[in-house]
């Protein structure tokens, strides 16, 4: 079974910056990024390939980046110039079925699930 970690959330002031990891066991062929603030539905941030190709949700395109150490299985996001709006409860997730094209933009999609680390951001 998939299984994943997630470690990394804090506060920061507007214009911070935070680096959330994400280590996982097994394979996959789709990791995302998501994040729900309260009251508010789950909203997509990134997802990567297994090839490493990543596509961005527009509010974070330039803001955010998502990189992996192979090696040891961890997949990080790096936000800079972080916001208000930018605070919310971050997952990973991970689909283990292979997908055809891109990999998909909605939660339903994926099976496996982080723990969840808040990022909160102050003005």
């Known amino acids: 079974q998939v299984q994943l970690v997630e470690s990394g959330g804090g506060s920061v002031q507007t214009g911070g910056s935070l680096i959330l990891s994400c280590t996982a066991s097994?394979?996959?062929?789709?990791m995302g990024w998501f994040r729900q603030a309260p009251g508010k539905q789950r909203e997509w941030v990134s997802s990567?390939?297994?090839?490493?190709?990543?596509t961005y949700v527009d509010s974070v395109r330039g803001r955010f980046t998502v990189s992996k150490d192979s090696a040891k299985n961890i997949l990080f996001l790096q936000m800079n110039s972080l916001t208000p709006d930018d605070t919310a409860m971050y997952y990973c997730?991970?689909?283990?079925?292979?997908?055809?094209?891109?990999?998909?933009?909605?939660?339903?999609?994926?099976?496996?699930w982080g723990q969840g680390t808040q990022v909160t951001v102050s003005s």
């Open positions: 097994g394979s996959t062929s789709c």
């Open positions: 997730a991970a689909r283990v079925r292979s997908y055809e094209g891109g990999c998909p933009r909605i939660s339903a999609a994926y099976s496996r």
């Open positions: 990567t390939r297994s090839d490493g190709s990543t």
